[in-house]
Every structure is written in structure tokens, then in C-alpha cells.
């Protein structure tokens, strides 16, 4: 799943994927490209940073719709999370 909203808002706000790379502590900025493609996945401590730079939601930035509890697992009584409108 590509980060479409966060590149759409990072250019918007004026921050390079090089500075994004560099605030989350990445050694290129091929692997912060490789996390905003969706090719790896985001650590939260990373979302949350990103949040903070680009003083916005990390649920506006990562996700198309709010986040809603869909099912329990009957079987373990889990809950099951999904974020819609992301497949």
C-alpha cells in the first residue's frame, strides 16, 4: 500500500523525503522511499514523528477513511481492526 496522502501532504508542506529520511533517522533516502511506496512498513514511533513534523493526524496521513472495528473473533475474542477504503 502506497502512502499516497503522506507524499501529497509532505509536498504540500514543503518537506523533502530527504529531510523526512534524515528526522526518522533512516541512512538513505532510498529506504524512506521504500516505507512511503509501501514496500516496508512504517514503525508507529515513525508515524508518530512524521505526525509531529507535519502537524497532522498520523489517521489523515495513513489511513483514506476512519478506522473501525469490524468483526470479533468468536473464536479467541479478539477484535479485528481495519482500516476501510485501503484495499
Excluded: C, H, P
Excluded at 523525503?17 to 511506496?37: D, H, M
Aim: hydrophobic share 35%.
Amino acid at each position: 500500500m502506497a502512502y499516497t496522502k503522506l507524499r501529497e501532504i509532505r509536498n504540500k508542506k514543503g518537506l523533502s523525503a530527504e529531510e523526512l529520511a534524515r528526522i526518522l533517522g533512516l541512512k538513505t533516502v532510498g529506504a524512506y522511499y521504500k516505507k512511503e511506496s509501501g514496500a516496508t512498513k512504517f514503525s508507529l514511533a515513525e508515524a508518530k514523528l512524521i505526525s509531529e513534523k507535519l502537524n497532522q493526524s498520523i489517521e489523515k496521513i495513513f489511513f483514506d477513511e476512519a478506522v473501525s472495528i469490524i468483526e470479533t473473533n468468536k473464536s479467541n475474542d479478539a477484535t479485528t481492526l481495519s482500516a476501510t477504503g485501503t484495499e
